[in-house]
Nanobody
Framework: QLAENGGGLVQPGGSLTLSCSAE????????MAWFRQAPGKEREFVAA????????TYADSVKGRFTVSRDNAKNTAYLRMENLQPDDTAVYYC?????????????????????WGQGTQITVST
């Protein structure tokens, strides 16, 4: 079970941090990921952090602005978002995969996941 928190309205250039708690599976073995879906668009990959390896991967559109992290003791993953822009407006979803691979591009694919959080809205606007 996945649950996101932290969405809201932010001005361009602002920052937000999302959190995602995961229950029901060994958290340290999960790769935690974030996707987003803007109105009228398909759900797209944002970032992922491996639970087994010290690896992460990001979409090109968020590299240098977003940081994914995790606290295994709290069963929680985070997405720190900085310098937010109107194009970042979307519903952000947390997801998790128990499949273990060093090939991080695996975690960039929508079909690599089965369970999803309810989503949290982020709106970047003046």
């Amino acid at each position: 079970q996945l649950a996101e928190n932290g969405g809201g309205l932010v001005q361009p250039g602002g920052s937000l941090t999302l959190s995602c708690s995961a229950e029901g599976r060994p958290f340290n073995m999960l790769t935690m990921a974030w996707f987003r879906q803007a109105p009228g668009k398909e759900r797209e990959f944002v970032a992922a952090a491996s639970g087994t390896y010290d690896s992460s991967t990001y979409a090109d559109s968020v590299k240098g602005r977003f940081t994914v992290s995790r606290d295994n003791a709290k069963n929680t993953a985070y997405l720190r978002m900085e310098n937010l822009q109107p194009d970042d407006t979307a519903v952000y979803y947390c997801t998790a995969s128990s499949y273990v691979t060093r090939i991080m591009t695996f975690y960039e694919k929508l079909e690599s996941y089965g369970d999803w959080g309810q989503g949290t809205q982020i709106t970047v606007s003046t």
